[in-house]
C-alpha cells in the first residue's frame, strides 16, 4: 500500500480550476496504480495549517506521496498565493519520509532543500515561476501531471523528471510555430524543474505492508 | 529593387524640408516616407500606426506653441518603446537638455547638416535594429492575431493577474520589467530550437 496525500487550491480565483484539472488527472494516475490510499485536500483544508499538520502526522513516520498543486514561493506553499500551509521553520518537518512533488512557484528554491534537510526522501519542484496559459491550458496540465504519471509507472524520481522534461518539449515542439508565447513559458516551465534528495527512489520505496497502518 | 516595409516618419516644423534630398533619396528604399510640420498630427498617425513598422526623424525645435522634440519623444513613448526615433536638429547643443532624450531612448542624434548618406546609413541601422528587436518580433506575432483572441484571457502571472495578449503587447511596447522577460523568454525558446537543431538561423 502506497498513501498519498493530494493537495489542491482549488477555490484560488485566478488558477482554481487548473489546480483541480490537475489533481482529478493526478487521482486517476494515482488510483490507477491499485494499491494506493489518497487523501484528498481541497483549499478549505488548507485555510490554516491545522488540518494539514493532523493529516501528515497520522502518516508519521511512515512514507508516503505528497503532491500539491498551489500557488508558492521559495519558502512555502501558499493558499490564495498568500497564506502559508507548508512553510520553513513553521512546518515543512512534517514531511519528513515524503516523496514530494509540487507544481508551485519558486518552492524548489528554500523550501524543497528545507524539507530534504529535515529528513524528507525526495522534492520534486520549481526553483522558478511558473505559468499557465489559458489558451491551451490542457498541455500545461498535462506537462504538470506528467511527473506522477511516469512516477507511478515506477520509474524512479530522476527518470520520471526527465520524462516530464521530455513531455514539455514534446509540446514546445508541437506548439511553437503556432504559439510562441505559451511555447516560451513551457520552456521556462521545464527549465525550473528541480531535484532535491535521493533521485533513485520509485513508488515501490513508498510501499508500506498492510498492516502498518 | 523591392523597397523596405518600413514608413519612416519625419517630423519638422520647416515644409522646406519636405523636398529635402534626404526624403526623395528614402523613398528610393522605403515604402512609405511621411512629412508631418505639426507635431500632433504626427503623433496623432504614429498612435494609429502601432501595428506598422516606422522609424521616427524628430527635430528638436519647433514654435513656441508647439511640443519640443523632447516633449515629442517623450509623448511617444508612452504608447512604445519600440519605434527607433533618430533626432535629427540644429539646436545649440550646448544650450539644449539631453538626458531626458537619452532616457527616453532616442535611437542617434545627427546634425541638422548630415548629409543624405548619412541619415540614410541611419535610416538602415534603425531598420536592422527593428529586424533583430525581439520584442519587436513579438509585437508582430501579437499583432497577428485577431482582435477577438487578443482581447480573451491570454495567461496568468504569478500574482494572479489575468493578461489578454493586448495587455501582455502594451507590457512588450512600453518595455516594462514584464514586457522585457516575455521577450526575453522568447530568446529562450529560440535558443532552446537552436540547440536542439528544430530551427536554423537561416530559417
Given at each position: 500500500m502506497v498513501n498519498a496525500i493530494l493537495v489542491r487550491?482549488?477555490?484560488?480565483?485566478?488558477?482554481g480550476d487548473f489546480f483541480e484539472n490537475c489533481h482529478n488527472q493526478t487521482k486517476a494516475i494515482v488510483e490507477s496504480v491499485g494499491d494506493v490510499s489518497v487523501d484528498e485536500m481541497e483549499s478549505t483544508h488548507i485555510d490554516t495549517d491545522i488540518v494539514i499538520n493532523m493529516k501528515i502526522n497520522s502518516l508519521h513516520p511512515y512514507p508516503f506521496l505528497f503532491i500539491s498543486y498551489t500557488h508558492g514561493n521559495e519558502t512555502a506553499l501558499l493558499k490564495d498565493g498568500?497564506?502559508?500551509?507548508?512553510a520553513v521553520g513553521q512546518?515543512?518537518?512534517?514531511?519528513?519520509?515524503a516523496c514530494v512533488y509540487c507544481y508551485a512557484c519558486?518552492?524548489?528554491?528554500?523550501l524543497g532543500r528545507a524539507i530534504i534537510h529535515a529528513g524528507g526522501k525526495c522534492f520534486v519542484g520549481y526553483n522558478d515561476s511558473v505559468e499557465v496559459h489559458l489558451r491551451q491550458p490542457e498541455i500545461f496540465a498535462e506537462c504538470a501531471t506528467h511527473f506522477i504519471r511516469s512516477f507511478s509507472a515506477n520509474n524512479n524520481v530522476i527518470q520520471s523528471a526527465q520524462e516530464m522534461k521530455a513531455k514539455y518539449t514534446e509540446h514546445i515542439d508541437n506548439i511553437y510555430k503556432t504559439n510562441a508565447l505559451s511555447a516560451a513559458s513551457l520552456v521556462k516551465n521545464r527549465d525550473a524543474i528541480v531535484i532535491h534528495g535521493?533521485?533513485?527512489?520509485?513508488?515501490n520505496d513508498f510501499r508500506t505492508t498492510p498492516n502498518s497502518f | 529593387m523591392k523597397k523596405l516595409d518600413t514608413t519612416i516618419v519625419v517630423i519638422d516644423d520647416?515644409?522646406?524640408?519636405?523636398?529635402d534630398p534626404f526624403i526623395v533619396e528614402a523613398r528610393e528604399f522605403f515604402k512609405d516616407v511621411r512629412f508631418f510640420d505639426i507635431p500632433q498630427d504626427a503623433i496623432k498617425y504614429i498612435s494609429e500606426n502601432l501595428e506598422k513598422r516606422l522609424i521616427v526623424i524628430l527635430?528638436?525645435?519647433?514654435?513656441?506653441n508647439e511640443p519640443t522634440g523632447n516633449e515629442i519623444l517623450k509623448t511617444i513613448r508612452e504608447s512604445t518603446f519600440l519605434i527607433p526615433v533618430i533626432i535629427w536638429s540644429g539646436v545649440d547643443e550646448a544650450k539644449w537638455s539631453f538626458p531626458d532624450l537619452i532616457n527616453n531612448n532616442a535611437f542617434a542624434y545627427l546634425k541638422k547638416g548630415a548629409s543624405s548618406a548619412e541619415i540614410i546609413a541611419k535610416l538602415f541601422e534603425a531598420n536592422t535594429s527593428i529586424n533583430n528587436d525581439i520584442s519587436s518580433a513579438l509585437e508582430s506575432w501579437i499583432e497577428a492575431n485577431s482582435e477577438k483572441d487578443r482581447e480573451a484571457p491570454y495567461m496568468l502571472t504569478v500574482d494572479g493577474r489575468t493578461l489578454s495578449l493586448n495587455d501582455i503587447l502594451n507590457e512588450v511596447r512600453m518595455q516594462t520589467p514584464e514586457g522585457i522577460e516575455f521577450s526575453k523568454k522568447l530568446t529562450t525558446l529560440t535558443i532552446d530550437l537552436l540547440a536542439r537543431n528544430k530551427e536554423s538561423l537561416n530559417g
Open positions: 487550491d482549488n477555490a484560488d480565483v485566478a488558477l498568500r497564506m502559508p500551509f507548508i512546518n515543512h518537518q512534517l514531511l519528513k519520509n519558486k518552492a524548489g528554491k528554500e535521493d533521485n533513485g527512489l520509485s513508488l | 520647416d515644409i522646406n524640408f519636405k523636398r527635430d528638436l525645435l519647433f514654435p513656441s
